[in-house]
Structures are given as structure tokens and as C-alpha cells.
């Protein structure tokens, strides 16, 4: 080759010479979210309308429409994700929890002693419905015409899901940490994309902490409300003989409600963050390696003003809080990678329907939702 030179001069050589290059460092790919509130609130309150006025039975289609919005608008490296579910096996689905409400209103009105056996085997049928949802919604979740999986077995969800759901319940909650540690293993060690899968390398001991520190938060939070209470009760027993007592009285115990609320979606913000974070940050799909970047102030605040937004407005600023809230989550979070995010949908290219066979179809062709 060094003595002919002048061949290095040809262009597609060159070309394909520095394609065959690794990045000089790692890839970052941001998510972006591109809907508007205004375009999301014209789909949720026709969504409610029909719904209500077809009692119930549009909700499927209802739902389809704002998920195909809210995955047509997210982005990754340019390209929009897409949800792929018909309305018809959800619709199926609906129908059979609907059927199962009103067996155990039945049950428990006219035979009382029947209505825990109902209840019993709704738990025990609970494993099957999340195995069958998470297969039936990632089978119809796809990013550049590639199919997404869920790989972990039916045994596996009722050992985590029934199993160690009644050990959370015998120790009265105290279990909570590990429980929810072993259910976040089994779904992010099965996720695909087609034939790529993932992997999740979590710690336990960090699921403790975060639990730990939640329940001393909620307490520090719910003793100050609490305070708070007597404080103003008291005050309020030297004011009934006054005009308007009972209108004080009124707003002083929705003021302490929202307190109470507000300390409710603290905590659960603070679990979210935590969690969802150190979730990201240690699960890999193939080379990518998920990152999140949540901050518990930031998502704190928004649910709060958020939450504030939906009392003040009725309920009309949900389609706003929902995509206000959307946006910030899935702009904290990115992927990184040495290779090229094309070399992972190539790879992902073999394998998009064969390996995803395994959907909720393939028994009822349903998706209940939880």
C-alpha cells in the first residue's frame, strides 16, 4: 500500500475509511418533547365528551388518540416514537374489568361473604394483568419502525408481584423497599428493542435509603400540618362567637386539607426523583446507557403548581399540568453511547417482530390497564 500512495487520494475510499471511525467520545442524545397544551386539551376534553356520552365505551379509542399525541411528539435524535395499539383489544380489556367490578358490587351486596373471595381472586389474577400490560404496551411502542419487548415470563411476575406483594402486606409495609426493588429488576432486566435488550444493575441498599428518608419526610411534613391545626383551631374556638366563625372555620380546614395533600405530593416527588434517577442511571439497552438528570425541588414545584392549576381551573388544566410536566421529565432525560444511535437501530432490525411475539394478543387480544 505505501508504494502506491496515490490511491489514498481516491474519494470513496476516504469516505469510507473515517465512517468506519468510532465517535471520538461518547454520543449524547437528548428526548424532546414537542406537544402544546392547547393542541393536548382539544383531544382530552373530546375524549371526555364521547366517553361520557357513549358511557365509557369510547374510552378506548380515547385512550389510543392521546397516547399516539403524546408519543408522536417525543422525540429522540429527530425521530418521533409511535403507539401502534388498536382500540378494539383494549376496548376487549375494559369490557372485562368492567364485568370483574360488577361481579364484586354483586357479590358483595347480595352475598357479603362472597365479596372477599372476589377480591382474592382479583389479586391473584393481578400478576397476570401486569405481565399482559406490559407486554401489550411495549409490543405497540416503536422508535424508527422497530418494535419494543417485554421478555420476562409469567412465573417471574407472580413471584414478584402476588409472592412478595403479600409479603409487603404481612410485615405491614416494612417490606415496601425490597418489594419494589425486585419489580423494577424484573422489568428493566426484559425491556427490547428488538433484538437488543436491557439490563438493569440497581442496588437494594440504596432502595432502603430512599424509602427511609421518604417515610422521615412524610413525618417531619405531616407533624407540621399537624401544628399547624391545633394552632389554628385554637384560635378558632376564641373566635366562634364571631360573625363569619363559621366561614373562617370552613376555609381554615380546606387550607389544611391542601397542606395535607400538598405534604402527600412532596413525598411522592421525592420517591419519583430518586428512584426514576438512580432507575436510569443504571440500566443500559445494548451500548446506550440511560441517564436522568431530576431535580426533587424542580418536580416539586410543578406538581404543586400543577396540582394548585387543576383545583383552580376545575379540572380544565389537566391536559396543561400533564404536558407542563411531561416535557420537564422527558427533557432530564438523555442517552449516551459510543456508537451511533443508527448503529443500534440497525442491530435492532433482525429481530423487530419475531422476538416480539410474545404480546397480550396472543391470548384475548387485550390490554387491561392498571
Not at 388544566?317 to 410536566?325: D, G, S
Amino acid at each position: 500500500m505505501d508504494s502506491h500512495p496515490q490511491t489514498n487520494w481516491n474519494a470513496e475510499p476516504l469516505q469510507g475509511t473515517q465512517a468506519a471511525q468510532p465517535p471520538a467520545g461518547p454520543q449524547t442524545y437528548r428526548l424532546e418533547f414537542r406537544g402544546r397544551a392547547e393542541e393536548f386539551f382539544r383531544i382530552w376534553i373530546v375524549n371526555i365528551v364521547l366517553s361520557v356520552l357513549t358511557l365509557g365505551v369510547y374510552y378506548a379509542w380515547a385512550k389510543v388518540r392521546a397516547r399516539r399525541y403524546l408519543y408522536a411528539n417525543t422525540y429522540l435524535a429527530g425521530h418521533p416514537f409511535e403507539y401502534l395499539a388498536e382500540p378494539l383489544p383494549i376496548l376487549r380489556g375494559n369490557l372485562v374489568v368492567a364485568a370483574g367490578l360488577g361481579l364484586y358490587y354483586f357479590a358483595n351486596n347480595l352475598y357479603p361473604e362472597l365479596g372477599f373471595l372476589v377480591v382474592a381472586g382479583g389479586f391473584a389474577l393481578l400478576p397476570w394483568v401486569i405481565h399482559q400490560t406490559l407486554r401489550f404496551t411495549a409490543h405497540n411502542s416503536a422508535y424508527r419502525g422497530i418494535r419494543f419487548g417485554f421478555q420476562g415470563s409469567l412465573r417471574e411476575a407472580y413471584f414478584q408481584y402476588f409472592w412478595l406483594g403479600l409479603l409487603a402486606f404481612i410485615t405491614l409495609g416494612l417490606a415496601t423497599p425490597y418489594v419494589r426493588f425486585r419489580q423494577r429488576q424484573y422489568i428493566y432486566n426484559h425491556i427490547a428493542y428488538g433484538a437488543t435488550r436491557s439490563r438493569f444493575t440497581g442496588q437494594l441498599g440504596f432502595f432502603w435509603s430512599v424509602y427511609l428518608k421518604a417515610v422521615g419526610l412524610a413525618l417531619l411534613l405531616y407533624l407540621g400540618v399537624g401544628l399547624l391545626a391545633v394552632l389554628v383551631f385554637g384560635a378558632g374556638a376564641v373566635l366562634v362567637p364571631l360573625p363569619g366563625a363559621d366561614l373562617l372555620a370552613l376555609l381554615a380546614v380546606l387550607a389544611l386539607s391542601l397542606l395535607a395533600l400538598s405534604a402527600l405530593v412532596v413525598v411522592q416527588q421525592y420517591l419519583y426523583v430518586r428512584l426514576t434517577n438512580h432507575t436510569w442511571n443504571h440500566t443500559t439497552l445494548g451500548p446506550l446507557r440511560l441517564r436522568a438528570r431530576l431535580r426533587v425541588r424542580d418536580l416539586t414545584w410543578i406538581s404543586l403548581t400543577n396540582l394548585l392549576a387543576v383545583v383552580l381551573t376545575l379540572g380544565l388544566a389537566i391536559p396543561w399540568a400533564k404536558v407542563r410536566y411531561l416535557r420537564h421529565v422527558l427533557e432530564h432525560l438523555l442517552l449516551q453511547s459510543e456508537a451511533e444511535l443508527d448503529d443500534l437501530v440497525a442491530a435492532g432490525g433482525p429481530d423487530r417482530v419475531a422476538s416480539l411475539g410474545e404480546a397480550a394478543t396472543d391470548i384475548l387480544g387485550l390490554e387491561i390497564g392498571l
